[in-house]
Every structure is written in structure tokens, then in C-alpha cells.
């Protein structure tokens, strides 16, 4: 019998972390919550190490959902117990990633204007780069000669973001000689994307942002199985061959040994609108290919970004197109795109 994320998480309401006086879905304690037919998976985080009530608390999970979904569940010996201080991502919201079936569809330009626009409505937002075989967010942020430092917390060194518009920046693109090309091999490059994203402390985020690389293979593996991600947004040009690319990207995240929520499309460079005539569009690579997309797989079209000379020409400078006059038509477009992921991230997680 299937189960859903939002009856494990009701069936863990009933458990209560005494310390705190309060559930342990409150303290939000519950994470990596993780579905395969009748197994159910998930870590328990503690504020400290070896927390004396983590036993009680691990057996009260294991009889409230044995309990409230059947005796047929599979969930003993499938509880991770772990502290808060091993957790560097522990006072991280949501984890949105952004993919794409392929590359050229201007991914990476996407996710950070989205991480900026983000950051414009007030919330605490951090961009991390890894797309690990091609590092561009350091170029689209200014920051090609930038070495981020690393401190000493919690009995280790931690590696500490680059803050610049607002934002909590972090790209292997730092700890790498720009003008050499990354020759590693799958598990190579998966063990220094997860280094990266443990030994970083990113202290309280509303949104992570993550830009993955393009196509599907071990890097995203990595993400989902290392971090609770709350949703991907999967971003394709209208044409269809990117369209082909994107729908092998949706049934990855779609399948069950992944099954990480596919928040919905985002079609870029969806048409074309110059700057002397910001009310006319012309669809030079076809009319809502994304849209139709969207509706065949029944997910959100989260939005659609124009293709204008001012997003290529602010990547290049250093300067996201969304700093720029809130009335221009491109930083209306991805306000628009973030609004639609904070309403869809509400209503699978909330």
C-alpha cells in the first residue's frame, strides 16, 4: 500500500521531543522523509550530540507510524539519528534545485535570477553552483578572483559563503583555475560536490538554490540522496529538441529510487522582445512549448522569461538582469517565476 509524505509527517505529529515541549514536526526534526512501496526512510535531527531522549524519540516514530499507517510498514532500522551540529544545512527551509535536460537553455541564468528574486521579497536566500564541469555563476555574480575563507565552528573548519546582492554564494568554480577544464570522473566529482556542500556554513536560509548541471547522471543522484530537497524546477527552451531533453530530466526526478517533487517547468528565452519595442513578442524558437509540456505531465508552468539583450548582457557583467528597474519586462518575468515557486513549495509542503 503507498503512502504519502503528508501521512508519515501526521503520524509524527503524535511524537513529542520532551526538552522542547513540542512535536517533533514543530521543531521541524523530521527530514529526508523517503517512500519505496511499504519502506518509509527518514533522519532524525537532534540539537546536540548523543541526546539523551533520541532512543524514546526514535521508538515513539517507529510505534506512531507502525501505529497510524499499518504494521505492514517497514520502518524499523530505517530512522537515521543525527545532531544539529553535524547538519550544516539544518536551518535550510527549502532546497530548490534547478535542472535541465540539456544544456544552452540558459539554466544557470535562470537560477540566479530566481535566487535574486528571491532575496528581493525579504527572504534569506543562498545560490549554490553545482554545475561542477562548467562553473558560471562566479562570472554572472563578479566574482572570478574570489576565494571564500573558511573558519573554525562547531569542531571543524567550515567553509563560509560569499555574500554579495543579498545572497550567500558558493561555486567550485572558487577552488578552481577558471581557464583549465575539470577532467574528473563521475564519483570524483560527486565526493567534491558533497565536501562542498557539508563543510559550508550557511546558517539560516529561507531558500537554497542549487544549480545543477545540465542532463541527468551522478551529480543529481548526489543532491537527492545527500539533501531533503523540496522540489527541482526543470527549465527548457520552446523547441522541441530541448523539449525531448527535459522530459528524460522530468522522468528522472519522477522515478521512484529519486521521486523528489518536480515543483514545474520554467520555459526560457520563451520569446523574443526588443528593448525599443518592450510590448511586442516574436517566438523565434516556436509558441509555448513548455506550456504544452506542462499540461501533457501535468505539472505547473512556473513561468516564462523573455529573450532580451539585457539578461545576456547583465550575465556578462556581473550585475543579474533582476537588480535592475523593477518595471523592466525580464525582472517582472522572474518576480513572477519566484512568487509561483513560493506558492507551489507551499502547497506540497505546508
Known amino acids: 500500500m503507498p503512502f504519502t509524505k503528508q501521512q508519515v509527517l501526521k503520524a509524527l505529529e503524535e511524537v513529542l521531543y520532551f526538552p522542547k515541549r513540542d512535536n517533533i514536526i514543530n521543531l521541524k526534526m523530521v527530514n529526508d522523509i523517503k517512500i519505496e512501496e511499504n519502506k518509509i526512510s527518514l533522519t532524525l535531527v537532534f540539537p546536540e550530540q548523543n541526546d539523551k531522549s533520541a532512543a524514546l524519540v526514535e521508538q515513539s516514530c517507529i510505534d506512531a507510524i507502525l501505529r497510524n499507517l499499518g504494521e505492514e510498514v517497514q520502518i524499523r532500522g530505517n530512522i537515521t539519528l543525527k545532531a544539529k551540529s553535524d547538519d550544516s544545512l539544518g536551518d535550510v527551509k527549502y532546497i530548490i534545485a534547478v535542472a535541465s535536460g540539456k544544456g544552452g537553455v540558459g539554466k544557470s541564468t535562470v537560477a540566479a535570477n530566481l535566487a535574486v528574486s528571491l532575496a528581493k521579497t525579504g527572504a534569506k536566500t543562498g545560490l549554490l553552483d553545482a554545475d561542477i564541469y562548467g562553473p558560471s555563476i562566479p562570472l554572472m555574480f563578479g566574482l572570478q578572483d574570489t576565494k571564500p575563507v573558511a573558519e573554525h565552528r562547531n569542531g571543524r573548519d567550515m567553509i563560509i559563503p560569499v555574500e554579495k546582492y543579498g545572497l550567500k554564494i558558493l561555486s567550485i568554480g572558487f577552488f578552481v583555475d577558471p581557464s583549465q577544464a575539470l577532467i574528473w570522473r563521475g564519483p570524483m566529482a560527486s565526493n567534491a560536490l558533497n565536501q562542498l556542500i557539508r563543510d559550508t556554513d550557511w546558517g539560516e536560509l529561507d531558500f537554497l538554490v542549487i544549480d ?87 505539472v505547473p508552468l512556473l513561468g516564462q522569461i523573455p529573450l532580451v539583450q539585457g539578461i545576456c548582457e547583465s550575465g556578462d557583467t556581473g550585475k543579474p538582469v533582476t537588480l535592475a528597474d523593477d518595471k523592466n519586462p525580464e525582472t517582472i518575468a522572474f518576480k513572477a517565476l519566484a512568487e509561483n515557486i513560493i506558492a507551489r513549495l507551499k502547497v506540497i509542503h505546508e
Open 212 to 298: 545543477l548541471p545540465p542532463g541527468t547522471g551522478d551529480i543529481h543522484l548526489t543532491i537527492v540522496q545527500e539533501l531533503p530537497v523540496a522540489g527541482v524546477a526543470i527549465v527548457s527552451t520552446p523547441q522541441e529538441v530541448a523539449l525531448a531533453d527535459a522530459r528524460k530530466a522530468l522522468s528522472m526526478f519522477n522515478s521512484d529510487k529519486i521521486n523528489v517533487p518536480v515543483l514545474g517547468l520554467i520555459e526560457n528565452m520563451a520569446y523574443f522582445t526588443p528593448a525599443e519595442l518592450p510590448n511586442n513578442k516574436y517566438y523565434i524558437f516556436g509558441k509555448e512549448g513548455c506550456k504544452k509540456m506542462a499540461t501533457e505531465a501535468n
